[in-house]
């Protein structure tokens, strides 16, 4: 069974920074793309940033410029790195996968249970 685990979230000041990670394991046999979802009170789950296993990555607006995403192949696991950290980015921050595991010819999303992240003074 797929798992996907995240770590790093935390309380960091304004101005602040903050890296996350999350690895996938299981029966994985394929990834096309790992990224990041985020989901403050009261408001839509919303894309932060997505990176694809040849590189490509997208970012929300609100976070281009501060936050990067990157990925080790080899271990499955993704990263965001989040710099200058502002209150308005204070969320519960989600794992994303498309991946096909051994049991299944078609590529589905995974998610992962989320890590908190508070930006407060």
């Known amino acids: 069974q797929v798992q996907l685990v995240e770590s790093g979230g935390g309380l960091v000041q304004p101005g602040g920074s903050l890296r996350l990670s999350c690895a996938a394991s299981?029966?994985?046999?394929?990834?096309?793309?790992m990224g990041w979802y985020r989901q403050a009170p009261g408001k839509e789950r919303e894309l932060v940033a997505t990176?694809?296993?040849?590189?490509?990555?997208n970012y929300a607006d609100s976070v281009k410029g501060r936050f990067t995403i990157s990925g080790d192949n080899a271990k499955n696991t993704v990263y965001l790195q989040m710099n200058s950290l502002k209150p308005e980015d204070t969320a519960v921050y989600y794992c994303?996968?498309?991946?096909?595991?051994?049991?299944?010819?078609?590529?589905?999303?995974?998610w992962g249970k989320g890590t908190q992240v508070t930006v407060s003074s």
């Open positions: 299981g029966s994985i046999s394929s990834i096309y793309s």
């Open positions: 994303n996968a498309v991946l096909r595991t051994t049991m299944l010819s078609t590529y589905n999303i995974y």
């Open positions: 990176t694809t296993r040849g590189g490509t990555a």
